[in-house]
């Protein structure tokens, strides 16, 4: 099929470079020329494992191609793809569709035809039809536009292969009339026919399918980090006890991760934007226990900060800390929301002499904080540290050698702030490890 993808950010450059990976005609298209040159040489403007592969090898191929030009995009294909973001608003929880509206505002009136518009942002719900009602006011004579919704279910570290090969695929659709569905089984016939379900719904469930999800997943891992202060109060081991629910079925073990909380793009923003859009349909009270997960998140910074104080003797006044991690997560360079850089600016505000490491994050966390002082390795990093934090469990970070670490340190002591660390290993090799809520 020939596609475009509107919106060149993380999600529509990635469904842009995985589309033609599948074999269809995409172009890409975006408001930022610097961005659409980036991608058009082959440069990935963010860290995906993966994806600069895909990209280059569709380009080459001439499979793909990115323009800033709407009149391009409404010539070249009937089937398009909005992957534009909805920020939070500042000052408030909910979420900004403005780059939604402007893609339809932008394109709608250059059309002519029939023509499919898939929606991927995640959105409030209810602006799916308010999109469909904006559509038909602005659709020349003669041309008929259709608003189903697609939403994205893409982890970062894992973007690639959860678009080529999804474990699901929602579709929200009008009622009556719809070609929606056709185009999208089309589309996305790879999949279908490996076995991956395929949901149709309205359009109202799929735009909540996506931000339930995130707000689930959040409650999960705010509900163990909750837990995990009754475990230090009581003594005992939060890591023990999430592998023994775990163990349930009902429950299961994913997300059970206590420790220094989510962050990034999407959790933070989408739980805030659930509450907001449940207050304004009037069912804000079924939302309320988010703002408790959003809180118990929140604090779990202060936490590790208030830990590094502790083991410090008090303060943090004139220590060297590092902390290793930048982005929210491994496997990506993205440091929205970062806990790991929370806790960095924190201790720095703090008086710490703070060094910072991340293998990819590094010049994104300096333009967040450029005051930090940032190392170019792990070595690097723990030298001379009088306290030595692990906020991002990249793999790196979990295969340290602690007899080796121990050589560079100006004093061993370690918080586990991922509860990932051996922590045998380095309590054999000298260490004060500390963990959040565990007794160890």
Sequence with gaps: ??????????????????????????LGVDVDQDKIDSLRSGEVPFFEPGLPEVLARNLGNGRLDFTTDYQTVAEFAHVHFLGVGTPQLRGTYAADV????????????????????LGKSTVPVGTA??????ADELSPAGTTVEIAWNPEFLREGYAVKDTITPDRIVLGVRKGDSRAEEVAREVYATAIGAGTPFLVTDLATSELVKVSANAFLA?????????????????????????????DERIGRKFLGAGLGFGGGCLPKDIRAFMARAGELGADQAMTFLREVDAINMRRRDHLVQLAKHVCGGSVLGKNVTVLGAAFKPNSDDVRDSPALSVAGSLSLAGADTTVYDPEA???????????????STEE????????????EW?????????????????????????????????????????????L
């Design 98 to 117: 403005s780059y939604v509206r402007a893609v339809i505002e932008n394109l709608v009136p250059k059309l002519s035809g029939e023509h499919l518009i």
């Design 219 to 247: 409650t999960k891992i705010s509900f163990i980090n909750a837990v995990s202060e009754v475990c230090e109060a009581a003594g005992a081991d939060v890591t023990q006890l999430a592998d023994a629910i775990g163990m």
């Design 362 to 376: 590094m010049d994104n966390a300096r333009r967040i904080f450029p005051t930090l002082t940032y190392a170019q």
């Design 395 to 439: 793999q790196e970070f979990r295969g340290i050698d602690p007899v080796r670490a121990g050589e560079l340190v100006a004093a061993k002591r370690i918080i586990d702030g991922r509860n990932v660390l051996p922590v045998g290993a380095w309590q054999d090799a000298g260490w004060e490890l500390v963990a959040m809520g565990r007794s």
């Design 381 to 392: 990093a723990v030298r001379g540290a009088d306290l030595v934090i692990l906020a991002t």
């Design 129 to 134: 039809e308010e999109m469909q009602q904006l």
């Design 1 to 26: 099929m020939r596609m475009t993808v509107i919106g060149t950010g993380y999600l529509g450059a990635t469904h842009a470079a995985c589309m033609a990976e599948l074999g269809h005609e995409v």
